[in-house]
């Protein structure tokens, strides 16, 4: 069952097309991966697709409804959130408060104070933050920062996370971990695309690969057809 | 040291009104990042509304609390939704809209000043209400000044409780600290934007109302608060309500110890602080 389908998505920033016409599907319970040099649009996709820029051509559908040009918080209210390259976490408030207010406010309906602590609560320990608990955001590390924007996007119950870059940044440990936490959210029945430039990690986790270049989709197959494919060959090695 | 005592008292009964002007106005530039220039109008129209209730309708001042913060909600409210949303879709960046926010501020400032101008003159105006003296020992409190520290350390914990134990509180300290990602985990960040702006024009409200009861008012009073509560929201620290309340008082105490000297030199001594506070602790006592 398709849950995300993207058709045609154009953005223009003055005269350079950031994405032209990307067309894409993501199939229910399956992890994407995104793949593509730096400035190949790949974070433009993801703004286009959560609602934070509004696409000049093009439309997404989220579980066949028309989501391009709501607003974000609309966006996420039916099921459809995302974390950042830059990680993007309230850095004065603790850990818990940063997930509770995925809980409160992300929820697809109004949910009471009670049972939003209980959802944050459980983030936090699938996460494994509870060692955290009362801490600044701010005041983590990064890999840490890093699992409270995922615990504090699973708190909003999403049906397709979006995750950028995750991993970078992290030394192979951490990898391993994070990798290991993105199977298991997978496994909680939420379709993941993730963005990433550890190749380790994409080639061993997503069950298909989308590779852009200069705003435009290139390849897609699965992770063995990507690794040989020419083409792909070629842009990230040049020649 | 009587004398000094009554200062420093003097200086915190009059740190609560500093202390709401500046909670306002942290209200909507820290999170709404307009730099309300006309936020002293606003508190002119409640002081005007206070004394007009009071003198031609014979309504008890306090009573402003219910009328002059509620009515300057709406409109702060109104003005955000229809101008500074407006201003902000067509604009391109956050910087270019901290600028060009501030020059609809003052459009603002002088629309509202000639229309009050216009109903109520420029004379000097004032009522007084409870205006009498109790001591404790040999210190002085004059009882309204009293009433008025009462009442603005009241509103400043109440709202207080509201930003950290509501949803919209949450929301609102969750749009001050990253919008963007506010956003994206299902808060509406417009009318967050539009709420602070309307709880930045209640305090103001409730600020014009504090002050008719101890100072004499007039249509052109509004550039001094402004530039006060600028000060204290600097030296509190952009965004920080405990800084607020606590730069308040600092200046209240400020403000009454160089009062005891000339009350002349007032408005030229807080420029004085505010400048080396500029070149000394930019961030504030309690900024980031």
Known sequence: MQILHVEGLTKYFGGLA????VDLTVEKGEILGLIGPNGAGKTTLFNLISGTLVPN????????????????????RKGLVRTFQSCKIFPEMSVFQNVLLGALFGAPEKIAWKKAAEVAEEAIAFTGLSAFHDLPAGSLTLVNQKRVEVARALATKPELLMLDEMMAGLNPTEVGEAMELV???RDSGITIIMIEHVMKAIMNICGRIIVLDHGKKIAEGTPEEISTSKTVIEIYLGE | MIAFINVLVNGLLLGGIYAITAMGLSLQYGVARILNIAHGEFIMVGAFLTFVLHTKLGINP???????????????????????KTLKDRTPTPAAFEGSSMLMAFGILFMVQSI????????????????YSVYLGDIRFSVNRLVILVISVLICLLFYLFLTRTRAGKAIRAASQDPDAAGLMGVDINKML????????MMAGFAGMLISMVFPIYTTMGMQYTIIAIIVVVLGGLGSIPGSLIGGFLLGIFGAIVSAKDPGLNMAAYYLLFMVLLLV??????GR
């Open chain 2, 62 to 84: 306090l009573f402003g609390l219910a009328v002059a913060g509620p009515a300057l909600f709406v409109v702060g409210y109104l003005i955000q939704r229809i101008l500074f």
């Open chain 1, 183 to 185: 199977k298991r959210i």
């Open chain 2, 116 to 131: 009050a101008i216009f109903i109520w003159g420029t004379n000097v105006q004032g009522y007084s209400y409870l205006a």
């Open chain 1, 18 to 21: 950031a994405v032209s016409g």
């Open chain 1, 57 to 76: 051509a093009g439309k997404v559908l989220f579980k066949g409804e028309k989501i391009s040009g709501l607003k974000p918080y609309v966006v996420c």
């Open chain 2, 194 to 201: 539009a709420l602070c702006f309307a709880f930045g024009a």
């Open chain 2, 281 to 286: 602790k930019p961030s504030g006592l309690f």
